[in-house]
């Protein structure tokens, strides 16, 4: 089965630096990789995702994301935090086959005023 | 554009009672999910429907069940509650597969005690 591994829970980070959240997945073969943001009291949201195209991603709100397979990597990435940003953060991926989806814990992103 | 409902939006549910969480979506979607969020485990896939009239269990159905008889609703039943079963329940869908990302709904927020 497919594993999510997303680097620190919790990540605070001041208004205007970059925000960088980690997240390795364990597949052989290439996935499906996605990124979704969670605000409060709310249900998920997609904020991009890699289908086997461009290995960089750019999605909502200025997120982009980098697919790398020899790291098994899919960091999220912004440039310059807004306060907006603040939110919960979920990576997900799934192989070609098969219907499930394989989330990770979520990190939390605090944007520090 | 109502995209995925879940009602009810809370629940308290006393040891051993039962109840149906309701989940409707009006973008003709084949695919429908429900998954529980517990803090610090992300989601994690209860039941899914590839259509109406099919269904299949995801990674932790135990103590649910789901029916799928028309493509818009996808109700999820918990029968005899257990406190375990406390969490945030968010249904979600997609067009085809898992190609295009989901829709969650808001979820529902479900205590037993």
């Known amino acids: 089965a497919q594993s999510v591994t997303q680097l620190g829970s919790h990540v605070s980070v001041s208004e205007g630096a970059l925000v960088l959240l980690r997240c390795n997945y364990s597949s052989s073969v290439p996935p499906y990789l996605f990124w979704y943001v969670q605000y409060p009291n709310q249900g998920l949201q997609l904020l991009l995702k890699y289908t086997s195209a461009a290995t960089l991603v750019k999605g909502i709100n200025g997120f982009e994301a980098e697919f790398k397979k020899s790291e098994t990597s899919f960091h999220l990435t912004k440039p310059s935090a807004h306060m907006s940003d603040a939110a919960e953060y979920f990576c997900?991926?799934?192989?070609?086959?098969?219907?499930?989806?394989?989330f990770g814990t979520g990190t939390s992103l605090t944007v520090i005023p | 554009n109502a995209g995925v409902t879940q009602t009810p939006k809370f629940r308290i549910l006393k040891i051993g009672q039962s109840m149906t969480l309701q989940c409707t979506q009006d973008?003709?979607?084949?695919?429908m999910y429900w998954y529980r969020q517990d803090p610090g485990m992300g989601l994690k896939l209860i039941y899914y429907?590839?259509?109406?009239?099919?269904?299949d269990k995801g990674e932790v159905p135990n103590g649910y069940n789901v029916s799928r008889s028309t493509t818009e609703d996808f109700p999820l039943r918990l029968e005899l509650a257990a406190p375990s079963q406390t969490s945030v329940y968010f249904c979600?869908?997609?067009?085809?597969?898992?190609?295009?990302?989901?829709?969650f709904g808001s979820g529902t927020r479900l205590t037993v005690v």
């Open positions: 973008m003709n979607h084949n695919y």
């Open positions: 429907s590839v259509g109406a009239g099919i269904t």
């Open positions: 979600a869908s997609s067009p085809r597969s898992k190609l295009y990302g989901y829709t």
């Open positions: 997900a991926v799934s192989e070609d086959t098969g219907n499930q989806f394989y």
